[in-house]
């Protein structure tokens, strides 16, 4: 079975700084990947993913994540975060054909105005 | 459209009773899927359904039960309600694409509290 792991469960940062959130997953196999983000009060939504092709993705509000295959790898960036950032950043994996996602514990950032 | 609904939005239960958390979805998906989330451990999955009449465990089912009668609808059934089931739950639908799934789209959660 897959697992993923975000090593930073918090992550404190003032306004302008730039992000980087790290996600590894263990699967031998091909994958699809996600960033999920749950801001105060909200559900889940999705803020990028990978199926295929070029391994630096874009998503929404101006974050960024980059497949490194050999290293197993999906972390996410921005260049320059703002306080309506603040929120709890989830990396998740499922095989390809796969239809099961596994989620990571999930990274709780902070952005101080 | 609503796209994924829970109901109710938080409910305090004592020790060894049942309830259904209910979740519905006009997006026509044929996944659903029902997660819980504890701080710190990210989401787990509990059960999941691939279309209306089939069901199939997750990761941590033990304590729940789920019935898919319609493509709408996915309820989830917890009898004899404990307090490792404190948690907020979280439906989910997604479609299934050309031999995989896509992006799983959240409803607004259910907070439980059992006491």
């Known amino acids: 079975a897959q697992s993923v792991s975000q090593h930073n469960h918090h992550v404190i940062l003032s306004e302008a700084a730039s992000l980087e959130l790290g996600c590894n997953y263990s699967?031998?196999?091909?994958?699809?990947l996600f960033w999920y983000v749950q801001y105060p009060g909200q559900h889940l939504q999705l803020l990028l993913k990978?199926?295929?092709?070029?391994?630096l993705v874009k998503g929404i509000k101006g974050f960024e994540a980059e497949f490194i295959k050999s290293k197993f790898s999906f972390n996410l960036r921005k260049p320059s975060v703002q306080w309506s950032d603040t929120a709890e950043y989830f990396c998740?994996?499922?095989?390809?054909?796969?239809?099961?996602?596994?989620f990571g514990g999930g990274t709780r950032l902070m952005v101080k105005p | 459209n609503a796209g994924v609904t829970q109901t109710p939005k938080f409910r305090i239960l004592k020790i060894g009773q049942s309830m259904t958390l209910q979740c519905a979805q006009d997006?026509?998906?044929?996944?659903m899927y029902w997660y819980r989330q504890d701080p710190g451990m990210g989401l787990k999955l509990i059960y999941y359904?691939?279309?209306?009449?089939?069901?199939d465990k997750g990761e941590v089912p033990n304590g729940y039960n789920v019935s898919r009668s319609t493509t709408e609808d996915f309820p989830l059934r917890l009898e004899l309600a404990a307090p490792s089931q404190t948690s907020v739950y979280f439906c989910?639908?997604?479609?299934?694409?050309?031999?995989?799934?896509?992006?799983?789209?959240f409803g607004p959660g259910t907070r439980l509290t059992v006491l």
């Open positions: 997006m026509n998906h044929n996944y």
């Open positions: 990978y199926f295929s092709g070029d391994p």
């Open positions: 699967y031998g196999g091909t994958v699809n």
């Open positions: 359904s691939v279309g209306a009449g089939i069901t």
């Open positions: 998740a994996v499922t095989p390809y054909a796969g239809n099961m996602l596994t």
């Open positions: 989910a639908t997604s479609q299934w694409t050309s031999g995989y799934t896509d992006t799983q789209y």
